[in-house]
């Protein structure tokens, strides 16, 4: 990969991390928030109202953590990414070893695999008896 689009990447991806640390810090706010104040510990003493109020919010709170969870990771992945751009492996599949197409890379600029083997770690992953 020559250095122009090599920098083209990390530009790419050094405003990717921005806008998921900014992303993270919303969803913290979200997810971490205080509730207004309803106890948890007996539910037979909330009105119906509140607890399904108090029930939808759970579930709100459970999909933003898995959001901060997920958006979390990524950020990991590009940081990682950035990393690899410093150590001069960057588009390289780390499994084979062949380079990433350029079309895959501007998809998912942290890719760490080939097509090739992404796919073939996705029917591993899906045929492991966890997944059944």
């Known amino acids: 990969m020559i250095k122009i689009e090599m920098e083209a990447f990390r530009s790419q991806l050094l405003k990717l991390a921005r806008q998921s640390r900014g992303d993270i810090a919303t969803l913290e706010d979200e997810a971490f928030h205080e509730t207004d104040g309803m106890a948890v510990g ?3 003493n909330i009105p119906v109202e509140d607890r399904a109020e108090l029930g939808a919010d759970n579930i709100s709170e459970e999909t933003t953590i898995g959001l901060f969870e997920n958006e979390s990771e990524r950020l990991g992945e590009i940081n990682a990414a950035l990393e690899r751009i410093g150590e001069g492996t960057f588009g ?4 084979c070893g062949q380079e990433i197409s350029k079309d895959r890379l501007q998809a998912i600029p942290y890719a760490r695999q080939c097509m090739k083997c992404a796919r073939n770690a996705q029917k591993e992953k899906l045929a492991s008896p966890g997944n059944l």
Do not use: F
């Not at 390289?92 to 499994?95: D, G, L, S, T, Y």
């Open 42 to 44: 007996n539910l037979s």
């Open 92 to 95: 390289n599949c780390e499994e």
